[in-house]
């Protein structure tokens, strides 16, 4: 996890930083792998265990579909985040003027000094 | 900026088929370093363009002279080592000819604040953002910047954005360590920083879409970036 510093002044600009790790970590990959062996197995001895060690019958079956709705719970939680900074991304129109100016007036300066454009 | 003024900067600026854009992204690097009172060298990096990118190269190394502009046709990674400055900035994304001169005094403001080794420009954060983009583009961009940030956690919020400043140290560092090819390696820059431990600061950018040349983004792309991000995603 990434202990992420306050927001800086003015501009709104984010600092990051992250202290040394001590060894070599696993890959994104393997962690995920990890993880999911961890969880998989936790469900599975709940969900699907034989009779003799069962929980109660209501608890068994809502961890049954377990993966399924949180399956479906990121599926959601992916296209609402998609959704809403699709609808917050900036559109820099000053940026654009601003070009359009730089432009000319590297045009104009770099055809005085010799460029043959 | 007093302190400013000692630390010299190197701009890596690889590339192809850009006659257009050249002289003007290198007008608006040598001002805003004038303005900024620091040393500076341009490294215009050209992968054989055909359309004469290299003509325009050296005849921009002719007005501002040899010490500033350098071009060639080296790998990138050689050039790391020969560049004389301590920071260097490196530009791999054409599609934008940004205000360059905000956003890099910016950059080295950020950087100077913290005391980063890697300061990185984001659209997505604070007042950064685009321009000229349909809602098909935006939509792809923050949906694969939203899988980077899944499957990743690369703990920066823009990593194809590819305006950065680096440390040199950092940087050859970096370098040593990537080893992927095109689009990818600079996700993999920021990856492995953090890997490494390196501090990253982020500054908010304006992405201009660019006026001049063709951008080169396409089904392909999206492809080859997302084999990227798997690739990365299983080897780091």
């Known amino acids: 996890p990434v202990g992420a510093g306050g927001v800086g002044a003015g ?12 060894q070599a970590a696993m890959t994104k990959l393997g962690q995920w792998l990890c993880g999911l062996a961890l969880l998989g197995s936790a469900w599975a001895a709940l969900a699907l265990a034989p009779p003799g060690l069962q929980l109660p019958a209501p608890y068994r079956q809502a961890l049954l579909p377990l993966p399924v709705y949180l399956l479906v719970a990121f599926g959601c939680y992916s296209l609402a ?4 900074r699709l609808a917050t991304f900036n559109d820099c129109e000053e940026a654009a003027t601003e070009l359009q100016e730089h432009i ?9 000094r010799g460029l043959r454009f | 900026m007093a302190a400013g003024g000692a630390d010299k900067f190197s701009v890596l600026l690889p590339t192809y088929n850009e006659r257009e854009n050249l002289p003007l992204v290198v007008w608006l690097l040598a001002r805003t370093f004038r303005e ?3 040393n500076f060298e341009i490294i215009i990096i050209d992968d054989g363009s055909p359309d004469g990118t290299q003509e325009i190269a050296e005849q921009l190394e002719k007005i501002y002279g040899s010490d500033k502009i350098v071009s060639c046709i ?12 301590k920071y260097v900035k490196s530009l791999e994304n054409w599609d934008r000819v940004p205000g360059f001169c905000t956003s890099f005094t910016s950059l080295k403001k950020k950087q100077k604040e913290g005391n980063f080794d890697i300061v990185s420009g984001t659209r997505y954060k604070g007042n950064g953002g685009v321009y000229g983009w349909d809602l098909k583009r935006k939509l792809i961009s923050r949906g694969a910047n939203f899988l980077t940030q899944v499957l990743l956690r690369p703990g920066a919020s823009d990593l194809t954005g590819s305006f950065r400043l680096y440390r040199k140290e950092v940087l050859q560092k970096l370098m040593e360590k990537c080893v992927s090819k095109g689009y990818v390696f600079q996700m993999e820059m920021i990856v492995r920083a953090r890997q490494l431990g ?14 001049y040349g063709e951008s080169k983004l396409g089904g392909n792309e ?14 780091t």
């Open chain 1, 11 to 22: 501009r709104g600009s984010v600092r990051l930083s992250r202290p040394l790790s001590p």
């Open chain 1, 81 to 84: 985040t998609v959704g809403y």
């Open chain 1, 104 to 112: 000319s007036a590297a045009r104009a300066d770099l055809r005085r």
């Open chain 2, 36 to 38: 900024s009172g620091n």
């Open chain 2, 74 to 85: 080296f790998c990138i990674f050689f050039l790391i080592f020969y560049s004389v400055g």
């Open chain 2, 198 to 211: 390196y501090t990253i600061g982020e500054v908010p950018i304006s992405f201009v879409d660019r006026v």
């Open chain 2, 222 to 235: 999206i492809v080859s970036f997302l084999k990227g991000l798997l690739t990365l995603f299983a080897t």
